[in-house]
């Protein structure tokens, strides 16, 4: 039938089927804007989600970081029990004795502190290189400062035999941070000092490179972690255990209770550096008095 024969629609009809297609676009119109309302709502539950999974990691890792810290626990392979740990020759470390700590033991804090500060430890024994004792907290601005000057002379005098170096890392600046940084990156230094020893000047000095602010949350434990990963030393489940923070507690208010007030604070051979001199000079000075 050519166009010209064929039946043309009624006006009823016409509106009848216009009238189906306006019904037929809104139903598709409802059937989207449905899809889209259950997308949105899928979007934002999803959203929320995922915001109080990040809240929840937030809250348990900040309550992880803070939770209070045993009293009694082990010293580090290679730490004393003033907190310390000494660097020799090259990667050498000193080996000590297997030792524990326990905080009803720290020695009383004196009703007059002595002056000059005579600090347990800082004094070469007989026939060995010049000591020298630094007392330092990882997120300690003036510490970091103290390394960037004085590291390399430090690292050379070692290498050559002419003198020990011992670090004494402290939880001081704790409140610093909102999770305790100080005394979290003190523990870390440790597990390094006991599971890799080798590497123990290299984490020091990678924690010093990467110090965090002042003010903020300072390093993750899963970055202190992969700071000492990244140089060949496993100290995770150590980090995790908090296992020598009871040992930096005890160091820590040992070295408050002998009157240590802030960091760096040195010692060459038992006597504090003023810390406004050579330190340079003081060594050598030292290193010519051993003949």
Do not use: H
Request: glycine share 8%; with cysteine.
């Amino acid at each position: 039938m050519s166009p010209g024969n064929e039946v043309r629609k009624s006006k009823a009809e016409r509106t009848a089927e216009a009238r189906e297609k306006a019904r037929q676009i809104r139903e598709a119109q409802l059937k989207k804007d449905k899809r889209n309302k259950l997308l949105i709502g899928w979007g934002i539950v999803a959203a929320v989600v995922a915001i109080l999974v990040v809240v929840g990691l937030v809250v348990t890792t900040s309550i992880k970081q803070n939770t209070p810290i045993a009293d009694q626990g082990p010293v580090p392979a290679n730490g004393n029990a003033n907190g310390g740990v000494t660097l020799v020759a090259n990667t050498g470390v000193k080996s000590t004795e297997a030792a524990t700590v326990d905080m009803a033991k720290v020695p009383a804090k004196p009703d007059a502190q002595p002056n000059p500060v005579v600090a347990p430890g800082a004094e070469a024994e007989a026939g060995q290189p010049v000591k020298v004792v630094a007392y330092i907290d990882f997120i300690c601005p003036v510490c970091k400062r103290f390394e960037d000057t004085y590291n390399e002379a430090l690292t050379g005098l070692r290498n050559e035999g002419k003198i020990s170096l011992e670090y004494r890392p402290l939880g001081f600046l704790d409140r610093q941070s909102s999770t305790n940084y100080s005394s979290r990156a003190a523990n870390a230094a440790a597990c390094v000092a006991d599971k890799a020893p080798e590497k123990y000047a290299e984490y020091v000095d990678l924690l010093f490179a990467n110090q965090p602010a002042e003010g903020g949350a300072g390093l993750s434990d899963d970055k202190l972690k992969s700071l000492a990963s990244d140089i060949g030393a496993d100290i995770n489940s150590c980090v995790d255990d908090k296992t020598f923070r009871p040992y930096v507690k005890y160091s820590t208010q040992l070295a408050s209770n002998i009157g240590i007030t802030g960091t760096p604070t040195i010692f060459v051979d038992g006597k504090q550096w003023d810390g406004s001199s050579d330190l340079n000079a003081e060594i050598q000075t030292a290193i010519a008095a051993k003949g």
